[in-house]
């Protein structure tokens, strides 16, 4: 059965055979759909029914139409309406996406967490620095999908703002590290060695597990 990556490959090699402002069109459509509601929208399905515009619009286009002949003056309200028609994600699918978030997060939290005496657990961080990062993609993704369809295209503003939330979720991270352990000191526990050490251990065959499955996974789509 095809999957996202094969669907992904097709609609490659059909936008390398439409005209470039048929092209820019194309994939102006399929960036707004992409960025519109993050992972609340089936991704298989929507790649899927690009697939069959993109392949419906290569027949028309060998027959001279454009892609707004095609597809209208109004490729947001076109998009809108898909979207409303397709299915959404299920509810394992945004908690899978969510979990490997999490789980780097507590990843590279953990791994700078280690003392001579053991592991220094800070529960408020753990549950904080994930959260700031999930709000700032779903920013991120926000700012993507307004500018997309701009009157007038806004780009340098885009990456101004896309780097600032960037740079602020940084800093605010890295405040947070910093002056929580002050301010909340009840949310530090101190996980005595060799206990410190044999969870993080755990969480470094985690990690490297979950890479070699989505690896593996990869490579056996392609």
């Not at 490659?12 to 707004?32: A, R, T, V």
């Not at 002949?69 to 299915?87: H, K, M, S, T």
């Not at 979990?99 to 953990?110: D, K, N, R, T």
Request: charged letters at 15%; proline letters at 4%.
């Amino acid at each position: 059965m095809s999957n996202t990556s094969d669907y992904r490959q097709q609609l490659d090699q059909i936008e390398s055979q439409l005209h470039p402002n048929d092209k820019k069109y194309f994939q102006d459509l399929q960036l707004y759909l992409l960025t519109k509601n993050l992972v609340r929208s089936d991704e298989q399905a929507l790649t899927l029914e690009l697939l069959t515009m993109g392949q419906d619009f290569l027949d028309a286009s060998q027959h001279g139409e454009t892609a707004t002949e095609f597809f209208g003056n109004e490729p947001a309200a076109l998009a809108d309406a898909l979207l409303a028609e397709l299915p959404r994600s299920t509810r394992w699918q945004r908690l899978q996406f969510i979990g490997i978030l999490v789980l780097i997060s507590w990843f590279f939290l953990l791994l700078g967490a280690g003392t001579t005496t053991g592991l220094q657990i800070n529960w408020l961080l753990l549950i904080l620095v994930p959260f700031i990062e999930i709000m700032a993609i779903e920013l991120i993704f926000k700012i993507m999908n307004h500018h997309v369809y701009d009157a007038q295209p806004h780009s340098t503003l885009q990456y101004i703002l896309v780097s600032g939330v960037t740079l602020a979720t940084i800093a605010l991270i890295v405040g947070l590290t910093i002056s929580v352990p002050r301010i909340a000191p009840w949310s530090v526990s101190l996980l005595p060695n060799p206990w410190g050490i044999l969870v993080q251990i755990c969480q470094l065959i985690i990690y490297l597990g979950l890479l070699g499955f989505v690896l593996i996974k990869k490579r056996r789509r392609q």
